[in-house]
């Protein structure tokens, strides 16, 4: 073999590599050496890499730029066209995979410049500012875990359903940003300023008003996520972070927060995140989101075999700590205290296990919250009797129940909202 | 020392301490360092303390930095400009640009539904919208869908005009503009609430 020869299929390797690295997904990457003796990578396409293959056998890949999931493993959101949901089933301890993160948007997501973007503040204060994403790292900044659930986060229907259908808009992370109230004491709120506007940079300009307080509370103006700056479908690069509020508020891809005495009245918290309860009436408003579980294991579509095993899922609340989670086995007849990971944080998801020994016997399993402030998960008819049979479909966070077969087979138990 | 007068001890140190800290830069970390070992919790109030008056980042903003980006409208009517609008130019606007999405009158979709009373289940402007304000509002900022900000004052005042007005709240002579428009009451007004839950064990 003469150099020249070597030297062209070395070339044509390349561009092979280069449209495998492209199209189908790659399970491997090996190391061939060259005619110069020189180490490159090949890439070994999926569909002929055999998992029955001995790994101590193969040379495996050596390190890269950027890590992947293991070919085995598939965790994907559910997209619709407003939203996409967290495969929650796919999850272990409380952290959402940033990619893996919940997306509700009204316009599509903004590809936005971070070099160019701004902050304006303005309205009742003494001073209106103006930041660059660059000036706002450079404040001191604050890292807090903590879970974003949409207001709309409830389906029910039929029994083919699984946590990521029921309940998938909600996700945890790690927010990394700087305080609000740190930018308030930069502009100097006026007395009288009880509200706040807070305006996206997307399509749909979204607004809504937020009271003051939270502002000088908890809010967060962040521009990381999970270790990492947002992810554009998260509000890159930088979102309103309201910890324990409905997700609508959280505006993502902020531009302006405009301080005024009363609010503004937007579409989305009028006509939109609102909701009826009794005597016709329509809640607007409702920031906070009340307490609710899941079990995420065992749950639709899976199958269970007789013996030991541990019930597991999350449960979580707006309005401060888990302070315990109930597991019955016995259809609601009785109830016991299920284990808590540390660390329970507030306002965030906390991972609950209950170890469980299954004699084959059908039955239903049903999990429920107790937060720090003495609310316990509701049932959907408890929610009905307080909020009215036209019960509108915000902040619906009932004891969910999943049926389990005497062949092992687990379903979703649907119930009738109306 | 009673666990109470340790506490009182503590805490003084660790005030003491700052106090030192902030004055002599040079030590602060090791300062910090053996404050946060006592009581964690005390380093996330004692964090601020340190800080200058302003951090003197970001700029401030001019009158036309402002004026660029506050579209907002309020129920009030601040924030609503110069101009109007009516039923007619609003019709044709509708047809052209809305119905394909909202149907030719308002009520066939495929999307949201506009137009509609009292007997009408769907949430329409009739029947769920609580301020006239935010008609002008959202369609200014978010509408139409594929070619959002595309629509001058004048054509969402009247796009306004035929909205109300095909919902039966104003007749189709009235002209919309920043005088008329916060004064039409809507009739879903009355029905809306401030949030009623009050935390606690209550499930409301």
């Known amino acids: 073999m003469d150099d020249k020869s070597s030297d062209k299929s070395l070339f044509s390797q390349k561009i092979k590599r280069r449209s495998l690295l492209g199209g189908a997904a790659t399970a491997a990457v090996v190391f061939v050496q060259t005619a110069f003796g020189k180490t490159i990578q090949k890439a070994i396409p999926e569909s002929v890499f055999k998992p029955e293959d001995d790994p101590t056998k193969q040379l495996g890949p050596f390190p890269s730029e950027l890590g992947g999931r293991s070919a085995f493993e598939k965790p994907v959101r559910k997209p619709s066209d407003i939203s996409s949901r967290s495969p929650l089933q796919d999850f272990y301890g409380t952290i959402t995979p940033s990619d893996l993160h919940f997306e509700r948007h009204h316009a599509g997501i903004p590809t936005i410049d971070p070099g160019k973007h701004k902050l304006l503040i303005h309205g009742m204060v003494e001073k209106p500012l103006v930041f ?12 807090r875990i903590a879970f974003l659930e949409c207001s709309g986060n409830f389906r029910t229907g039929k029994e083919a359903m699984t946590p990521q259908e029921i309940c998938g808009l909600t996700s945890q992370s790690e927010w990394t940003g700087v305080k609000l109230s740190t930018l308030f004491r930069e502009v100097g709120i006026k007395p009288g300023a009880t509200w706040f506007l807070a305006e996206g940079s997307d399509a749909a300009v979204m607004t ?211 | 020392m009673s666990k109470y007068t340790y506490i009182v001890f503590v805490a003084s140190l660790c005030l003491g301490l700052v106090h030192w800290a902030c004055s002599r830069p040079g030590v602060q970390t090791a300062a910090h360092t053996a404050v946060n070992t006592e009581r964690a919790k005390d380093s996330v109030i004692i964090d601020s303390a340190c800080w200058p008056e302003s951090f003197s980042l970001g700029h401030v903003a001019t009158e036309a930095e402002i004026q660029a980006w506050d579209i907002d409208v309020r129920p009030d009517g601040k924030g609503l400009p110069a101009g109007s609008g009516n039923f007619v130019d609003g019709q044709r606007l509708y047809a052209a640009k809305c119905a394909v999405c909202h149907g030719k009158t308002g009520k066939e979709g495929p999307n949201n539904q506009l137009v509609g009373g009292a007997d009408v289940k769907e949430k329409t402007i009739g029947n769920y919208w609580p301020y006239s304000t935010t008609l002008f509002d959202y369609i200014r900022r978010a509408m139409p869908f594929n070619q959002p900000g595309s629509l001058s004052d004048k054509e969402v005042y009247s796009l306004t005009a035929f909205l109300l007005a095909a919902n039966r709240i104003i007749d189709s002579t009235t002209v919309i503009n920043a005088e008329t428009l916060p004064k039409i009451q809507m009739p879903a007004q009355k029905y809306f609430v401030p949030d009623d839950r009050k935390g606690g064990a209550e499930v409301r």
């Open chain 1, 132 to 143: 660059t994403v660059a000036d706002l790292k450079r404040f001191p900044s604050l890292s």
């Open chain 1, 208 to 418: 809504r008003s937020v009271p003051v307080k939270k502002g000088w509370d908890d809010a967060i103006i962040a521009y990381a996520q999970n270790g990492e700056a947002l992810r554009p479908e998260q509000g890159y690069p930088i979102r309103l972070f309201l910890p324990g509020w409905e997700g609508n508020a959280n505006v993502k891809w902020l531009r302006r927060i405009e301080l005024s005495d009363q609010p503004y009245m937007t579409r989305e918290e009028t006509s939109r995140y609102t909701e009826t309860i009794r005597d016709g009436k329509i809640r607007m408003f409702s920031f906070d989101m009340d307490a609710r579980s899941i079990i995420t294991f065992p749950s639709y579509p899976q199958h269970i075999e007789k013996g030991w095993l541990e019930i597991r899922g999350i449960a979580w609340s707006g309005r401060g700590k888990v302070l315990y989670v109930e597991v019955s086995t016995d259809a609601g007849k009785s109830w016991h205290r299920a284990t808590l990971q540390e660390p329970i944080l507030d306002k965030a998801h906390t991972a609950f296990r209950y170890l469980w020994q299954w004699k084959g016997e059908s039955t239903e399993i049903l999990s429920r919250v107790t937060d720090e402030t003495g609310y316990t998960q509701p049932t959907l008819k408890q929610l009905i009797d307080a909020r009215g049979t036209d019960m509108g479909g915000y902040h619906l966070n009932p004891v969910t129940a999943w049926v389990i077969k005497s062949d092992g087979s687990v379903v979703f138990k649907p119930e009738k909202l109306r």
